[in-house]
């Protein structure tokens, strides 16, 4: 059994994926029994083979592996991919677009060790150039939707704390950053991993939910840290977008009561009309809200076999 399972997402951007594994490699500890298990989410032809190019240097040696999916089965399906795979104490599911400047694993796993009350961690993000970014969230909520996020932080501080501030000790929170997700890897499966039928956002807002149901806390570590290049992994499009509504719909409408839902709808349509002279080209992201954004319109249920 190895101490740590890297999972790291490949779709269109091997470039970053070899940057995160070369500073993964660079940076880890050799006391750290790890393994770094690559799922490519049916990328282009030409990107897997740059990827597989590199990959194929580390061939025969355990601590390496990778699949290529035939289909892109999005961010939470992918990672369950990969975990499938591996045989460990704890899960770390990395971005690609992320890079580690000291041994963050050893440290996460450090604390975790030390806490067994933690489902799972994150380590505090950083941009590119060294400056903190909020690495941890509220818990989605149509009160959340509603009121946002600075009107709940500023009406009850302890219980939301402000995710922009800077934090010198763990700090105990209710969702972390999808970026990186330290997990134990006993309360990762009990609550039967992500979320399948979410292509992609909000998967750790939902995971996060399910472990504090169970009585398993989210952390925030912020003396080890790591740098994001935010948006790498995911380009923005309409159907992005679109996507994104529809992950926060059934999320709500999974952890709610209709009448809470309905409440945010109303307020959710009200504020998009009024946006929609200014933003014609939103109207098909209007339509999909009216509609209460069912998951048969994801973009899951539009892939194709590679």
Same mark, same amino acid.
């Given at each position: ?19 995160? =594994? ?9 006391? !750290? ?19 597989? &190019? ?14 290529? &999916? ?17 045989? *460990? ?6 971005? *690609? ?99 399948? %039928?979410?292509? !992609? ?5 939902? =995971? ?45 409408? %999974?952890?709610?009561?209709? =009448? &809470? ?13 009024? %946006? ?8 098909? !992201?209007?339509? !999909? ?14 892939? %194709?076999? =590679?």
């Amino acid at each position: 059994m190895f101490h740590v399972a890297i999972i790291i997402i490949n779709y269109n951007f091997e470039e970053f994926t070899i940057g995160l =594994i070369k500073s993964i490699l660079k940076y880890t500890s050799k006391d !750290l029994s790890y393994q770094i298990i690559v799922v490519d989410n049916a990328s282009e032809r030409e990107c897997f083979d740059k990827l597989e &190019s590199f990959l194929k240097k580390f061939k025969g040696q355990e601590y390496i592996r990778w699949i290529r &999916s035939e289909v892109n089965t999005g961010f939470g399906m992918g990672n369950n991919l990969g975990m499938a795979l591996t045989d *460990s104490e704890y899960y770390a599911f990395i971005n *690609s677009d992320v890079l580690l400047e000291s041994d963050c694993l050893s440290n996460m796993k450090l604390f975790m060790d030390n806490h067994p009350d933690v489902g799972v961690a994150t380590p505090q993000m950083l941009n590119m150039e060294g400056g903190n970014k909020a690495c941890f969230n509220h818990f989605i909520s149509p009160a959340y939707e509603i009121l946002g996020r600075s009107t709940l932080q500023w009406i009850n501080p302890k219980k939301y704390p402000n995710v922009r501030k800077k934090y010198n000790q763990p700090l105990k929170v209710d969702t972390v950053a999808g970026s990186f997700m330290f997990f134990r890897a006993f309360d990762f499966d009990e609550v039967g991993g992500f979320d399948p %039928k979410i292509f !992609l956002y909000y998967e750790e807002t939902d =995971i996060c939910k399910r472990l504090n149901e169970r009585g398993k806390s989210a952390f925030l570590v912020p003396d080890t840290t790591y740098k994001h290049y935010h948006g790498g992994s995911t380009p923005k499009s309409l159907k992005i977008k679109m996507e994104l509504v529809i992950s926060k719909y059934y999320v709500l409408k %999974k952890y709610y009561p209709l =009448i &809470s839902f309905y409440l945010f709808w109303g307020f959710d349509l009200i504020s998009s009309i009024i %946006k929609l002279p200014f933003k014609p080209k939103l109207w098909p !992201l209007f339509y !999909l809200k009216l509609i209460q954004a069912p998951l048969r319109c994801s973009l899951k249920n539009q892939q %194709k076999k =590679i």
